[in-house]
């Protein structure tokens, strides 16, 4: 592939020729084997943030796979790393991360280096004939681009700034060294790397998975370019993806922008909403839950289009609204029952307060409405049934011995019940 080729800008409207990778490099074991053997101990990586080994004696270890890198700050301040293994028999010397280290010792036999790698200790050494100057801790190359850590566990490779070169000078414009390492989160995914890196270079799954980005990024054109051994991808942020397929206002903008990104720019999460009750499709109102820690109801008219806006919202409750089991809507009355046991009933068009009374229990199946009855079923295996209306009148309580966390269904005349042991088919009275 030529160098103009490799340097053309690739934007997400121009047609470039898919390539199919075989799938053996994903799944291969030889195939991994060989990036144990050929990529990773040769390659420089990042590893943790300046932040995170700031102090003498801070230290971090780096894995990638069975490799394992001990990045430390030395007393005289300066950072190091070395391979994580014992030069006596090959246990591991450190594991996690840490600050105040002294010095690097050995669980198994307590053979103990300065966090400059020289041996300083060695129990019984007179048996060994071993002198500090012969077993220094195998060095690791360590080098630091703005903020981020970087090691290679090759002595002969290339420095890092020629490795990254063009990356440091084309992304001058965010000044990543004003950056600071405020957490490190290490999640283990199940499956192969390259699955998960890819999904971190390319915006066409945010049509997929990320649909609530769609009012406030352009998924569609972001600009690709690839160099030699990186690469770069553009994602706009504060521009409507065009599959939206019309102008965004800029109001409907942000508050898109703040529903996804709320918590990082300080604005109220607006993003974690409960996702886990049912809205209920009511006459002329659409009913649902949300919020997590203090749940609330809302009422809102159908119809609009973009962010719901609050003059859709006819009225909203926030007592004993239950952040997991849905309502029932029976006539122009929402029944519903927390999570702790307060069942209530609502007027529909006002949301004013009918009754209000404690059942009993926790709660996570919503009610059901079946054969003129509103049925609560319990976490713990009480079933509580009511008959609807604007008096609280209970009609039936009974047990099951397993609880309930699933929401019953209804068949012809029987309540199809699913317990945390057994799915229960029972049938209804007669004559209902
Ligand atoms: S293996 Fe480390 S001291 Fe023996
Ligand atoms: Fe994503």
Known sequence: MSDALLETPVS?????????????????????????????????????????VANPGD?????????????????????????NVCLHRGSELCSGSGTELAEIRCPFHRWTWGLDGRL?????????????DDYPLIGVQVDTWGPMVFVNLDPEAEPLADFLDPVPAEAAWAHLEEFRGQALISVRADCNWKTLIEGFSETYHVQGIHREMLGMADDVN??????????????????????????????????????????????????????SATPVVGKELIYFQTGHGKPELWAVKPGGHGVLDDSLVVWKVKKNVPTRSSTVLVDDLLYMVDDGGIASCIDAKTGADVWRKRIGGNYSAAPLFADGRIYFFSEEGKA????????????GEGTLEAG???????????????????????ELPKGK
């Open 404 to 426: 309930f966390m699933a929401s019953p269904a209804v068949s012809d005349h029987a309540l199809i019940l699913r317990t945390k042991t057994h799915l229960y088919r029972v």
């Open 12 to 52: 997400g409207r121009e047609r470039v020729t898919a390539v199919k990778i075989p799938v053996s490099r994903y799944t291969s074991p030889e195939f991994f084997a060989r990036e144990m053997t050929d990529v990773w101990p040769k390659t420089w990586q990042l590893a943790c943030t300046v932040d995170h």
């Open 59 to 83: 230290w971090h270890e780096y894995r990638v796979g069975h490799l394992s890198v001990l990045i430390v700050r030395g007393d005289d301040g300066v950072l190091r790393a070395f391979q």
């Open 222 to 275: 972001g600009p690709q370019v690839i160099w030699p051994r990186h690469g770069r991808l553009v994602q706009s942020y504060g521009l409507p993806s065009p599959r939206q397929g019309r102008p965004g206002r800029d109001e409907d903008v942000f508050a898109s922008f703040v529903e996804v990104m709320g918590a990082r720019i300080g604005v109220e999460d607006r993003a974690a909403h409960s996702g």
């Open 384 to 395: 509580t049934a009511i008959a609807p209306g604007r008096e609280l009148k209970v009609v």
């Open 120 to 132: 300083r200790e060695v129990p019984s050494r007179r048996e060994f004939g071993v002198l500090n």
